[in-house]
C-alpha cells in the first residue's frame, strides 16, 4: 500500500512539474527560433550596410499584406515599402551604417515570433535611431517580416 501511494506521489508530482516546465516555455522562443531571426536580421543589417536595399527587402513578406508602419502611418505591400525605402534612402550618406539591437524575442509559436528593439543609422552628419517591433512568420519555410512598426 505504502508503495502504491509513493508511486502515486511521484506521478502527481511528475504531472505537476511537467505543466510548470510548458507553462514557463510556453512564451519564451526556442533556440533555433531565436537564432534563425537573429542571423536573418544580421544578414538584413549586412545587406543595408552594402547599399542593397534588395537584398534587405528579402526578409520582409512579398505579399500586398505586408504591412509597415513608420512616421507617416501604415502602408501595406511589398514593393510600396521597397519603393518607400530607396525614396528615403537614396544616396550611401543617407544609408549610412545600420545596426539593430534586439532586446526581445518572443514566441507565438512554431512558426511566428515578436521582436522588439532598437535601430541606429550611423552617417556622418547625424545618427538616427529608434525602435521596432516586428512580426516574423514561417511562410514557406523561410522566416518573413509579415508586419513592421518602426520608428
Not at 60 to 66: A, F
Not at 90 to 106: A, Q
Request: net charge positive; glycine share 6%.
Amino acid at each position: 500500500m505504502q508503495r502504491v501511494m509513493k508511486y502515486r506521489v511521484l506521478i502527481i508530482t511528475a504531472m505537476v512539474l511537467t505543466a510548470a516546465c510548458i507553462s514557463c516555455t510556453k512564451n519564451n522562443p526556442s533556440q533555433s527560433i531565436r537564432m534563425e531571426i537573429n542571423q536573418a536580421m544580421q544578414a538584413q543589417q549586412d545587406a543595408w550596410n552594402r547599399g542593397d536595399v534588395e537584398a534587405f527587402m528579402q526578409y520582409y513578406w512579398n505579399d500586398d499584406s505586408l504591412l509597415f508602419i513608420g512616421l507617416k502611418g501604415p502602408t501595406y505591400g511589398w514593393k510600396t515599402t521597397l519603393d518607400n525605402y530607396k525614396r528615403g534612402y537614396d544616396t550611401p550618406e543617407k544609408m549610412g551604417v545600420l545596426t539593430f539591437h534586439n532586446h526581445r524575442i518572443d514566441s507565438l509559436g512554431p512558426d511566428a515570433a515578436n521582436v522588439f528593439g532598437e535601430w541606429k543609422i550611423q552617417r556622418t552628419t547625424k545618427a538616427i535611431g529608434g525602435y521596432y517591433t516586428l512580426l516574423w512568420s514561417r511562410k514557406d519555410q523561410q522566416w518573413k517580416i509579415t508586419q513592421d512598426h518602426t520608428n
